[in-house]
């Protein structure tokens, strides 16, 4: 596989995990897709693992979401702040500490954002419990899946 070719897919994987974030965009499907041009550009047996992996925790991730409560987030500017953090959170999570790191990274993004904006912990807390009722698991969940999809195709491309 061309090093273009990888580049390419790896910025649709970022786009995709970007996507999760915004409401309207197919974020999980972009990071779906970016594994699925690599494994159709690496025609090796781990390439194909990877994407059938991707495609079951996909699947089970969307289904996750759809048993869930609809709830929909407000398209404000604080929404778009604590969006932010939450996913800065989530990915410096999933860094520092393998895999698991990403759930308590996403919490701790969403009340640093909310102890920013409102200065206590108890108000912070509570505007925390509010966001994860309000659609902030579903994003979780969905971020989460991508996130553990993303690091499966790197480690796939760094051992290939």
Not at 4 to 16: A, E, H, T
Not at 77 to 95: M, P, S
Request: aromatic share 10%; with cysteine; glycine share 14%.
């Amino acid at each position: 596989m061309g090093a273009w070719d990888l580049l390419l897919s790896g910025l649709v994987i970022l786009l995709g995990l970007c996507g999760v974030l915004f409401p309207g965009m197919p974020g999980s499907w972009l990071v779906w897709a970016g594994v699925l041009w690599w494994a159709l550009k690496d025609q090796q047996p781990l390439a194909w693992a990877v994407l059938v992996g991707a495609t079951v925790v996909l699947l089970l991730s969307q289904a996750v979401r759809w048993s869930l409560p609809s709830r929909r987030l407000r398209a404000d500017d604080a929404t778009r702040r604590v969006t932010a953090y939450a996913g800065a959170g989530a990915f410096l999570g999933f860094v520092l500490v393998p895999v698991l790191g990403a759930i308590p990274g996403f919490l701790g993004g969403i009340y640093l954002a909310e102890r920013i904006r409102l200065g206590r912990h108890g108000e912070a807390m509570a505007a925390l419990r509010t966001a994860m009722r309000s659609g902030g698991t579903g994003v979780l969940t969905e971020l989460f899946a991508c996130l553990l999809i993303t690091g499966a195709w790197l480690g796939a491309v760094l051992a290939g």
